[in-house]
């Protein structure tokens, strides 16, 4: 069964009558890897393998920078760099072979696949409000989101909304598509600055901004808090083990 929240307004009348606040509905767009979940590296070296299945050993990710980017972005990289020709004919090949390897590696080392500190409950308490519409943006091919949702326990049916890395040509462009997804979906236009994006990368940080979103980083991934307060981040937290901040948030 799908449990889908359902957006209407948060009216807060006060006891005297004298003032009255609306509080707007907030769409929260979190990442996934380094965000929501780890892997444990599965992601990385399942799609290290593909390519070097698929294109041999010159196939490498070394030298590029994973979080925060978009996996036809990082395989358009990866195979120019190879010196792979005509890249865009093998891709749905690396792409199978990915999701493929990806299982394979996360089934290898199940304990170190696991939900970041604070999700589980996180995600639970949200889930039973009525003031928030949960939403994904994330770099994920669409394909690989349920097979790591499956390695934790989550259902991609929480999230009602979302975006993929393979839905845009960059992050901004997912978080604008998100947002298009959400008035179709509600029949109801949502403002940016209603949006919060929730990410471990500067990547998160700028595709919130480009758009008029806030952002909140949460340093569980690569980036330490003072990288993420470098980056511009609106609030920055260790974990989402305190969810405090991000209710204040909401809240505004
Ligand atoms: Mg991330």
């Known amino acids: 069964m799908l449990l889908f929240n359902s957006p209407q307004a948060s009216y807060d009348f006060s006891l005297a009558g004298v ?12 990442d996934v890897d380094g965000t929501l979940l780890l892997t444990g590296g599965a992601g990385v070296r399942g799609m290290e393998t593909a390519g070097v299945r698929c294109f041999g050993e010159r196939f490498t990710l070394k030298n590029l920078t994973i979080a925060g980017g978009l996996d036809p972005l ?38 170190k696949v696991h939900l970041l500190p604070g999700i589980e ?5 949200l889930r039973g409000r009525a003031d928030v519409v949960l939403g994904l943006v994330t770099g994920n091919y ?24 393979d839905e845009a040509p960059d992050r901004p462009a997912l978080v604008r598509l998100a947002v298009d997804r959400y008035h179709a979906r ?9 949006v919060i994006v929730i990410g471990d990368t500067p990547n998160d940080i700028h595709c919130a901004h480009a758009n008029g979103c806030a ?29 405090q901040p991000l209710y204040d948030m909401i809240a505004r």
């Open 142 to 165: 669409t394909a690989a989101i349920p097979i790591k949702f499956a390695a934790v326990g989550l259902d991609p049916a929480w999230f009602p909304i979302h975006a993929f890395g």
């Open 19 to 30: 003032s009255r606040t609306i509080r707007a509905m907030k769409l929260l767009l979190f």
């Open 121 to 125: 409950p996180l995600l639970r308490d």
């Open 74 to 111: 990082i395989y358009k990289e990866a195979t120019a760099l190879a010196g792979v020709d005509d890249p865009h004919l093998h891709h749905d090949r690396f792409r199978e072979t990915y999701l493929r390897e990806l299982k394979a590696n996360l089934d290898l080392n199940p304990d």
């Open 186 to 194: 509600y029949g109801q236009a949502i403002g940016n600055h209603d």
């Open 215 to 243: 952002c909140l980083a949460v340093a569980t991934g690569l980036y330490s808090m003072e990288d993420l307060r470098a980056a511009g981040a609106d609030v920055v937290v260790h974990d989402l083990a305190d969810p």
